[in-house]
C-alpha cells in the first residue's frame, strides 16, 4: 500500500536550539522523496517526526490523510530501515523477514509465504534458511529493506541506509532500491548526505540547511537551477562569481549584485550562450571522466575558475582557452 505524508508547519526544539523550524512539506503517494543536508540540518529528526520516535513542538504530520498525533510508531503505517539495520543474529532470513508479521499475529505459514515473497523481491531467493553471518553488508541491507517491506507500509523511512556499504556497493544498491521503490509502489522517505545518491534515487530531492527546507524539486532542477547560493554549493562543485566589478564577458552579465554560478562542466571552448573571454590554464589533471582544469582570466587576473574539459582534450599549462558557458545561474549573495 502506499499513501501521501502532509507536514504541516513543524518544528521541533531542544531546549533553546531548533533542530526543525517551521517545515512544511507534502510528500505524494507513491514519491521517493530524499532528505538531503549537511551534518546537523535536521534530517534525522524529520524522519523520526514521522515515524513517531519523537513528537513535534509544534505542527502537525498526516499521512494518508490520518493525524499523526498521539500515535505510537507501532500504529503507525511506516517501517523504518536504519543504517544498522540490526538482523537478529540466530534466526534465519527468513524469520527476521517474518519478525513484523508474528508481532502482528499472522500465521506462521502465511508469514513465511510473505518472507519468501520479499526475499525474492530484494534478489535473496531461496536463502531464507541462512543467517545473518554468513551475508556480505550489501544481502545484510537487503534483508532489512525486505523486513521493513513484509509488513506492507503506506510509508517506507529509510536513515542513512546505504551508510554502512562501500562506494561501488553504494552505488549498486542505490539502482536497486530505486527499482523496488517502483515496483511496490510504497512512499520512500530516504535520508542521506550524499548528493549523488540523492540524484541517483530521488524523485524530489528535499535540501535541508539549518532547521528548514532549503531547496525542493527533481534531481535535474535542484542542481542546474538551485534556488540559493547554499543549495549551489552542496550539490556540487560550482565557480561563484560576485557580480558588481568590470567582468570581461560578453554579453556582460544584468544586474549588479548577486553572484553569477556556473558548475565546471558548463563551462567549454565550444561557442555558448556566454562568452567568458580568454583564459590562460594553470594546471589540468586527468580524472577519468573528465579533465579538471583550473584557469585565470586573461583580462580580469583575480577571476580564477574550474573546468570540467573532455577526457581526451590536448590542452597544456600555459595554453589560453576562450571559454563560454552553457548553463549558469545568478543567486542572491547569502
Ligand atoms: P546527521 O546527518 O549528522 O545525522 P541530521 O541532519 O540528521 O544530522 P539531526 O540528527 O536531525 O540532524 O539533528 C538536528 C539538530 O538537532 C542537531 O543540532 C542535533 O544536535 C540536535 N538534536 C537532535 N536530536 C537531539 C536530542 N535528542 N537532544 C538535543 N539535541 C538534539
Not at 518544528?11 to 510528500?27: F, H
Not at 509465504?113 to 550489501?138: F, K, T
Not at 506492507?152 to 552505488?171: C, F, H, I, Q, T
Not at 542521506?192 to 528535499?206: G, K, L, P, S
Request: aromatic share 4%; net charge neutral; glycine share 10%.
Amino acid at each position: 500500500m502506499t499513501a501521501g505524508v502532509a507536514i504541516d508547519r513543524v518544528s521541533r526544539s531542544y531546549g533553546t536550539a531548533k533542530a526543525l523550524d517551521d517545515v512544511s512539506l507534502e510528500i505524494a503517494a507513491g514519491e521517493y522523496i530524499v532528505l538531503l543536508g549537511p551534518s546537523g540540518c535536521g534530517k534525522t529528526t524529520l524522519l523520526n517526526l514521522i515515524g513517531g520516535f519523537d513528537a513535534p513542538s509544534s505542527g502537525q504530520i498526516s499521512i494518508g490523510g490520518r493525524s499523526m498525533a498521539g500515535v505510537a510508531p507501532k500504529d503507525r503505517p511506516t517501517t523504518t530501515v536504519f543504517q544498522d539495520y540490526a538482523l537478529f543474529p540466530h534466526m534465519t532470513l527468513a524469520e527476521n523477514v517474518a519478525f513484523g508479521l508474528r508481532m502482528r499475529g499472522v500465521s506462521r505459514a502465511a508469514r513465511l509465504a510473505r518472507a519468501a515473497e520479499m526475499l525474492a523481491l530484494v534478489g535473496l531467493e531461496g536463502r531464507g534458511n541462512r543467517r545473518p553471518h554468513e551475508l556480505s553488508g550489501g544481502q545484510r541491507q537487503r534483508v532489512a529493506l525486505a523486513r521493513a517491506l513484509a509488513v506492507d507500509p503506506d510509508v517506507l523511512l529509510l536513515d542513512e541506509p546505504l551508510g554502512a556499504l562501500d562506494l561501488k556497493l553504494r552505488r549498486g544498491m542505490q539502482d536497486e532500491l530505486k527499482a523496488i521503490q517502483r515496483r511496490v509502489g510504497t512512499t520512500f522517505v530516504h535520508v542521506t548526505h550524499d548528493q549523488e545518491e540523492a540524484m541517483a534515487i530521488a524523485d524530489r530531492i528535499v535540501v535541508m540547511n539549518a532547521g528548514r527546507i532549503e531547496d525542493l524539486g527533481p534531481p535535474k532542477t535542484v542542481y542546474l537551477a538551485p534556488r540559493t547560493l547554499f543549495t549551489a554549493t552542496f550539490m556540487g562543485e560550482v565557480n561563484r562569481i560576485p557580480l558588481g566589478g568590470t567582468l570581461p564577458f560578453d554579453p556582460p552579465p544584468a544586474g549588479n549584485s548577486g553572484v553569477l554560478c556556473i558548475r565546471p562542466e558548463s563551462l567549454s571552448t565550444a561557442e555558448g550562450p556566454l562568452n567568458l573571454g580568454p583564459c590562460r590554464v594553470d594546471d589540468i589533471t586527468f580524472f577519468g571522466t573528465h579533465q579538471r582544469a583550473h584557469v585565470t582570466s586573461v583580462a580580469a587576473p583575480d577571476l580564477k575558475l574550474t573546468v570540467h574539459l573532455p577526457q581526451n582534450s590536448p590542452v597544456a599549462p600555459g595554453q589560453t582557452l576562450t571559454l563560454f558557458a552553457h548553463d549558469f545561474v545568478v543567486l542572491e549573495a547569502q
